[in-house]
């Protein structure tokens, strides 16, 4: 397996960049503006397995012109990685091995309640819920992602 970027090397590079909240089911994809300033929600994806879903999200990293991807890890609430992050680092390196561009994972600690809350905010529930709950996870964990590498530059 290719060992994973730092922020450091993500942040070197100047472009667009795609936050993934990896899952089983769905994957959310969100991509940032040119300017890293905003993280905006663009669907998900649900082709099954691990592999699939690496080469749909790798086509779709090309068709969005992005230079680098994070990939939401989660980690557990007492900083260990779980039988989950350790899949989330495995479906991060086998992006790395189809895309000539850095990948990184970031920690997405209490990201999906997050989006639970605003979602419950908003008042979505039911199917329209499942259909953009990844979405909203990946846009969360990529605004996380590049409010982080704003604070790096202080």
Not at 22 to 37: E, K, N, P, W, Y
Not at 88 to 97: D, P, Q, R, V, Y
Request: charged share 25%; with cysteine; net charge positive.
């Amino acid at each position: 397996m290719t060992e994973l970027d730092t922020l450091d090397i993500i942040k070197s590079t100047k472009g667009k960049i795609m936050g993934v909240d990896f899952g089983d089911v769905r994957t959310g994809i969100a991509v940032s503006d040119l300017s890293r300033m905003i993280a905006s929600g663009r669907g998900y994806i649900s082709p099954g397995g691990i592999d699939k879903t690496a080469d749909a999200v790798a086509c779709a990293a090309r068709e969005q012109g992005v230079v680098a991807i994070i990939v939401g890890l989660p980690v557990n609430m007492d900083g260990s990685h779980g039988s989950r992050a350790q899949r989330c680092e495995k479906f991060a390196c086998f992006l790395k091995e189809r895309l000539d561009i850095p990948v990184a994972v970031f920690d997405e600690r209490m990201t999906t309640m997050t989006a639970s809350r605003y979602l419950n905010e908003t008042g979505t529930h039911g199917k329209k819920r499942k259909q953009v709950i990844d979405t909203l996870s990946a846009q969360i964990i990529l605004q996380n992602c590049l409010d982080r590498l704003k604070y790096m530059d202080n």
